[in-house]
Nanobody
Framework: QPRLVESGGGLVQSGGSLRLSCAAS????????IGWFRQAPGKEREEVAC????????NYANSVKGRFTISRDNAKNMVYLQMNNLRSEDAAMYYC??????????????WGQGTQVTVSS
């Protein structure tokens, strides 16, 4: 069964950095576009970044542009989200998701369980 597992979340001070990882099993990520999403309590889920299957196209939400970087290593079946200059409003559960087409879009087929990011001021 295809599966995604996130890791790397934790508690960080405002202005700090975290690197989230998304590991895939039962699927070859090279055929999937990958998105990172977040959801804070009482708020709607937000897509923060997406990367195409080959890595040539990357999209970011305005709220994270210039601070977050999405990357992937298809040889390792991994996708990453480097988060710098974290703010209190970045605190949320972060999820990675895969869509079985090369380009980013609005529908995703496989979701991870999430990793919690907490930002202290």
């Amino acid at each position: 069964q295809p599966r995604l597992v996130e890791s790397g979340g934790g508690l960080v001070q405002s202005g700090g950095s975290l690197r989230l990882s998304c590991a895939a099993s039962g699927m070859n990520l090279a055929y999937y576009a990958i998105g990172w999403f977040r959801q804070a309590p009482g708020k709607e889920r937000e897509e923060v970044a997406c990367i195409s299957s080959g890595g040539s196209s990357r999209n970011y939400a305005n709220s994270v542009k210039g601070r977050f970087t999405i990357s992937r290593d298809n040889a390792k079946n991994m996708v990453y989200l480097q988060m710098n200059n974290l703010r209190s409003e970045d605190a949320a559960m972060y999820y990675c998701a895969a869509r079985s087409v090369p380009r980013c879009g609005t529908t995703y087929d496989v979701w991870g369980q999430g990793t919690q990011v907490t930002v202290s001021s």
